[in-house]
């Protein structure tokens, strides 16, 4: 009998993607915290994450076909979202690096623990297959 690696681990798979995608978004927002004019995105993890419940994950509807193809992993526009700074700067910034840091570490624990947890299933599917 064969087993199905997305029957086996579920969403954990999509799940430790969008972090890492959401982990370089943030990255990206600290990177560019001293740039003129750069806006601080961040991704809607439930939007995303619905999108690719829904089987359209990283696909985006052309309306014209000279449009870039828009397949192999970059996220529809709907699933970004630009945060709205509480100090705006002068120089139209809005990365507020503590809050970036914060979202940051938070996206940080929930990848550990969405790690944590597959590495838990891999471990039972082990254990069923030696038959322990």
């Known amino acids: 009998m064969a087993i199905s690696f997305e029957n086996a681990f579920g969403l954990q798979e999509a799940v430790l993607k969008l972090r890492v995608e959401r982990a370089s978004v943030l990255s990206s927002n600290l990177a560019n915290s001293d740039t003129p004019g750069y806006k601080a995105r961040d991704i809607n993890f439930q939007e995303a994450l619905s999108s690719h419940m ?15 193809n828009q397949s192999g992993g970059s996220r529809p526009e709907s699933e970004f ?4 700074p509480t100090q705006p700067s002068i120089d139209g910034n809005t990365v507020e ?14 990848f550990q623990a969405a790690f944590t947890f597959l590495n838990g299933r ?11």
């Open 54 to 68: 829904n089987g359209s994950a990283g696909r985006m509807q052309s309306t014209n076909g000279s449009h870039f």
């Open 81 to 84: 979202f630009y945060r709205a």
């Open 97 to 110: 690096e503590n809050v970036e840091h914060a979202e940051f570490m938070k996206n940080n624990m929930e």
């Open 122 to 132: 891999i471990k039972g599917l082990q254990k069923a297959i030696r038959g322990e």
